[in-house]
C-alpha cells in the first residue's frame, strides 16, 4: 500500500514526489521537483509578487498536495504498467508544475482587500491558467509548454469542457485527465474530507454573493447540512461517473497491485461515503458497487 504521507506537509509530498520522479526517470532533473515545491509554496505562502498568500479555507495549499501526491502516485502506476503513450519526463514535469498551480486562481492580488479568494470559485480555472502563464513566462518556460499546463488545468472544475481542450498530443491529455482525476480523488479521500465539508459550502457561499459568474453548483446548496446530505449522491451521480467515463478509468493505475489490486483512494472515498449516511442518517448500502476497478 502507499505510505502515508503527511498532506500538511509540503516537505513530505516532495520528498514522496522527487522518489516517484527519479523511480520512473533513473537520471533525471533532481533539481526540478524542489524547484516546483518551492515555486508553490512561495506563492499560497504571500511570496509572490502583487499575490497575498491564500485565504480560501478550503482551497488551501493542503488540497493543492492531496491532489500533487494523488496525481503522482497514478502516472508512477501507469508509468511501471508499460502502457502507450509512455509518460516522459518532460510531461511528467509540465504535469507536477500544473497540478501545483491548478488551483492559484484562488489567490488575491495585494490590492484586493475585499473577502476571501473563495469568491473567485467559479471563475477560479480561468484565473489558475492565467496566473500560470505569467508566472512560468517569468521563469522561462516556453510558451508551447505553457499552454499544455493550462489545458492541464483546465482539466479541473466541475464542468470542465474536455471535449475542447485543444491538446497537442495524447500524452498530454492523459496527464490532463489524470490531473482532473486527482484533484477529485485526492480531497475526497482525505480522512478529514467530511469534517472540511462545511469549510466548503463557506466558500461556495461566499461565491454565490460576488458577481464573477453563477454556477449551478454553488446554488443548488442551500445550508451545510444540506451539502453533507447531497455529496454521497454527487459521488455517485457525478464524481464516479467522471471518473470512469470522462476521464477513462484512469485512476485504475492507483490499483495495489495492477491491474485486480483495491484501489486505496476509492476505497477510502466509499469510507467517507458511508460516514457521511450514517452521521445523517442514511442507507450505508446506497450506492456500492464493483466499479472501484472499472
Request: overall charge negative; glycine content about 8%.
Amino acid at each position: 500500500m502507499h505510505p502515508l504521507v503527511v498532506t500538511k506537509d509540503p516537505a513530505a509530498v516532495e520528498k514522496e514526489v522527487q522518489a516517484a520522479s527519479l523511480s520512473m526517470f533513473p537520471g533525471a532533473d533532481s533539481t526540478f521537483v524542489p524547484r516546483a515545491f518551492g515555486w508553490a509554496v512561495e506563492c499560497f505562502n504571500g511570496r509572490c509578487d502583487g499575490y497575498q498568500a491564500i485565504d480560501a479555507s478550503y482551497h488551501d495549499l493542503e488540497h493543492t498536495l492531496q491532489g500533487t501526491l494523488c496525481m503522482i502516485r497514478l502516472l508512477k502506476g501507469r508509468h511501471h504498467a508499460g502502457v502507450q503513450p509512455v509518460l516522459t519526463e518532460k510531461m511528467f514535469q509540465l504535469g507536477l508544475v500544473a497540478i501545483l498551480f491548478h488551483d492559484t486562481g484562488y489567490l488575491k492580488r495585494r490590492d484586493d482587500t475585499q473577502g476571501t479568494g473563495a469568491k473567485y470559485t467559479v471563475i477560479h480555472v480561468d484565473r489558475s491558467a492565467s496566473f500560470a502563464s505569467e508566472f512560468l513566462a517569468r521563469k522561462g518556460f516556453t510558451p508551447e509548454d505553457i499552454r499544455a499546463v493550462q489545458h492541464m488545468i483546465s482539466c479541473t472544475g466541475v464542468n470542465a469542457p474536455l471535449n475542447s481542450i485543444p491538446f497537442e498530443s495524447e500524452l498530454e491529455k492523459v496527464v490532463g485527465f489524470a490531473l482532473g482525476a486527482s484533484d477529485l480523488l485526492g480531497q475526497m479521500a482525505a480522512e478529514d474530507y467530511v469534517d472540511k465539508l462545511p469549510v466548503l459550502y463557506s466558500e461556495f457561499a461566499e461565491a454565490a454573493r460576488h458577481e464573477y459568474g453563477k454556477s449551478d453548483m454553488i446554488s443548488m446548496f442551500s445550508s451545510a447540512d444540506d451539502l453533507m446530505r447531497k455529496t454521497p449522491a454527487f459521488w455517485e451521480g457525478y464524481v464516479r461517473p467522471k471518473l470512469i467515463e470522462d476521464f477513462g478509468s484512469i485512476h485504475r493505475f492507483l490499483n495495489q497491485p495492477y491491474p485486480s489490486g483495491p484501489n486505496p483512494y476509492w476505497q477510502r472515498i466509499e469510507a467517507n461515503m458511508d460516514r457521511l449516511r450514517r452521521q445523517l442518517g442514511q442507507d450505508t448500502n446506497a450506492g456500492h458497487t464493483a466499479a472501484a476497478q472499472s
